[in-house]
């Protein structure tokens, strides 16, 4: 493996969560596999088996065949099967699923402006096709993976948003589509938890980067990072006044581990270890990453309505809720970027 930061990674999730061998000889469906999520939670069982020879097989679903043989390249074995079934049809599979991890939905901004009846009707049709399976296999924990953009624009006490908060998404705006869309999929479990008492809850997950992240990502944070990189100013084409909740790979990955030996049913729970505006953090960016040699700037665009920006938003969220159930996330804001710049040096 090129990778040694991911490795070291994978290390870390070792011995955070499989050591003790809880899900040992175990059948875990992860949907979306090939994102930055879903892949690392993968690679990451894939390492237990290869170091603690846990047997635990992994039903990676995935729409790209190509894709998926490029992503696990380095970690395919008998114990990963590619799953190309749609998820948007009734699911059935030849093994018995212990552990289900719904990752799989459609993030890009553009599709959300462009596509939002297909962001709401995927979201909503591929959840309720897992959950008809743990209907039919009650003793299968499932975690379905959220997002911060449930809560929308929280008004009251924005600096310690726990779980019970819930703010206001302008239902106007075909961007809604993906944080509505997180917002109905949690309440289809938790339908399903009281009326057929499943073992479903869910992680609403801050913005996840680090190691794991393909050059070729273009959000925010990689923007920020490649800029520092090639020693160009940061651009931002808003005031940067949005708050970000934000998350290493490793911490993540970790955090939703716990939740698949400890969360409760029918709830949800923050995963989030860093926070700031987007202008502070692209001013971090500039002086720590860029040696305070490159600036950060705000230029606004024109036709700012039709980029599929989400609007400002003050939040700062409370992982308390996760961290009772023993999840102690390391990695601090700086040294995301840090250990996702070293990866992508080390798999040039």
Not at 61 to 71: C, G, I
Not at 97 to 117: G, L, Q, R
Not at 332 to 348: G, H, V
């Amino acid at each position: 493996m090129k990778d040694l930061v991911l490795k070291e990674d994978l290390e870390f999730i070792l011995d955070k969560v499989f050591r003790e061998g809880k899900f040992n000889r175990s059948t875990v469906l992860v949907t979306g596999a090939t994102g930055l999520v879903g892949s690392l939670i993968v690679k990451s069982i894939l390492y237990a088996n290869q170091v603690l020879n846990a047997q635990i097989i992994v039903l990676a679903s995935v729409r790209n065949l190509e894709k998926a043989a490029d992503t696990f390249a380095d970690f395919s074995n008998e114990s990963l099967i590619f799953v190309t079934d749609s998820l948007l049809s009734p699911l059935y599979f030849d093994q018995t699923i212990n552990f289900i991890v719904h990752t799989a939905s459609i993030t890009a901004s553009k599709e959300m402006v462009e596509n939002p009846t297909g962001v709401l009707l995927t979201a909503f049709e591929s959840t309720k096709n897992l959950l008809e399976y743990v209907k039919a296999h009650p003793s299968c924990k499932m975690v379905y993976i959220s997002s911060m953009e449930y809560y929308g624009q929280v008004a009251d006490d924005y600096t310690n948003v726990t779980e019970d908060k819930l703010g206001y998404i302008d239902l106007s705006k075909s961007r809604s589509c993906y944080p509505e869309s997180k917002r109905v999929c949690e309440a289809l479990c938790n339908a399903y938890v009281v009326q057929y008492n499943l073992d479903v809850c869910s992680a609403r997950l801050a913005q996840t980067f680090g190691a794991g992240v393909p050059l070729s990502d273009n959000r925010v944070f990689a923007q920020f990072a490649k800029s520092a990189l090639n020693k160009t100013d940061i651009i931002l084409h808003t005031m940067g006044q949005s708050e970000g909740n934000y998350c290493y790979t490793a911490d993540t990955v970790y955090g939703i581990f716990v939740l698949l030996q400890k969360g409760e049913k029918g709830h949800s729970y923050n995963v989030a270890r860093n926070h700031s505006t987007i202008l502070n953090m692209a001013k971090m960016v500039a002086d720590k990453i860029g040696n305070n040699q490159i600036k950060a700037e705000v230029h606004i665009p024109e036709n700012l309505g039709s980029l599929g920006y989400a609007p400002d938003v003050k939040l700062k969220l409370n992982s308390d809720k996760l961290k009772a159930l023993g999840w102690q996330p390391e990695m601090d804001l700086e040294n995301m970027f840090k250990r996702m710049i070293r990866s992508w040096e080390l798999q040039e």
